[in-house]
């Protein structure tokens, strides 16, 4: 059983266009994330949310958008995509705020702006 | 701005050698993780040491944490081709809630 879920895998669209990546946890955790990865590895974090609260919002432009419809899912939109947002987003959840609770991860979702 | 840096950037050893890689961070911090991530794959989290304590084992993973240094090392000793994979450390900021990554350590042991 896969704990923390994100769909899709890959994701190719063009400049301009909107989409949606979906994330769900079995997990029973509180707390949701979405990190970024470039493509020198580097992972930064974008939001959190905890029971379905937005406690993190990193400096992120406002085309992206994360929705958390239930803690057990946490959705992230994208408006009017750049080839800048070409990257790995990674969906995370932990059973607490994540300063003493390790991030289980799930297995990233590469999208690729043409 | 980024709290954690690994070192060296990459690494590669003979199956049966041990691997060390280090992380240092700016501010005083609650604990330091450290995470592997495999190509093409999610993190998996290894270690958690609090600030108060100076050194944690798993298997044959080791773990120490100075404080007084502001850095970490994880230690992987008789490496497998399986412990090819990026490794990360994580920390918290004593007044922030944020994990915040660094770069990782590429490893790559060979058979």
């Known amino acids: 059983d896969t704990a923390v879920s994100q769909t899709p895998k890959y994701l190719v669209t063009q400049m301009g266009n909107d989409k949606s990546i979906k994330c769900e946890q079995n997990?029973?955790?509180?707390?949701m994330y979405w990190y970024k990865q470039d493509s020198k590895k580097f992972l930064k974090i974008m939001f959190s949310?905890?029971?379905?609260?937005?406690?993190i919002n990193e400096t992120v432009p406002n085309r992206f958008s994360p929705k958390s419809p239930d803690k057990a899912h946490l959705n992230l939109h994208i408006n009017s995509l750049e080839l800048g947002d070409s990257a790995v987003y990674f969906c995370?959840?932990?059973?607490?705020?994540?300063?003493?609770?390790?991030?289980?991860f799930g297995n990233g979702t590469r999208l690729t702006v043409t | 701005s980024q709290q954690g840096e690994e070192d060296p950037q990459a690494l590669s050893i003979q199956e049966g050698e041990n691997a060390t890689m280090n992380c240092s961070y700016k501010?005083?911090?609650?604990?330091l993780q450290w995470y592997r991530q495999n190509s093409g794959r999610g993190l998996v989290h290894l270690i958690l040491?609090?600030?108060?304590?100076r050194e944690k084992h798993s298997g044959r993973l080791r773990v120490t944490l100075d404080t007084s240094k502001k850095s970490s090392s994880l230690l992987i000793t008789a490496s497998r081709a399986a412990d090819t994979a990026s490794y990360f450390c994580?920390?918290?900021?004593?007044?922030?809630?944020?994990?915040?990554f660094g770069a990782g350590t590429t490893v790559t042991v060979r058979a």
């Open positions: 995370a959840s932990s059973l607490g705020t994540g300063i003493n609770s390790p991030l289980h």
């Open positions: 949310y905890n029971n379905k609260e937005l406690i």
């Open positions: 994580a920390t918290d900021r004593n007044n922030d809630y944020k994990l915040s």
């Open positions: 040491i609090r600030s108060n304590e």
């Open positions: 997990l029973g955790h509180d707390t």
């Open positions: 501010t005083s911090i609650n604990n």
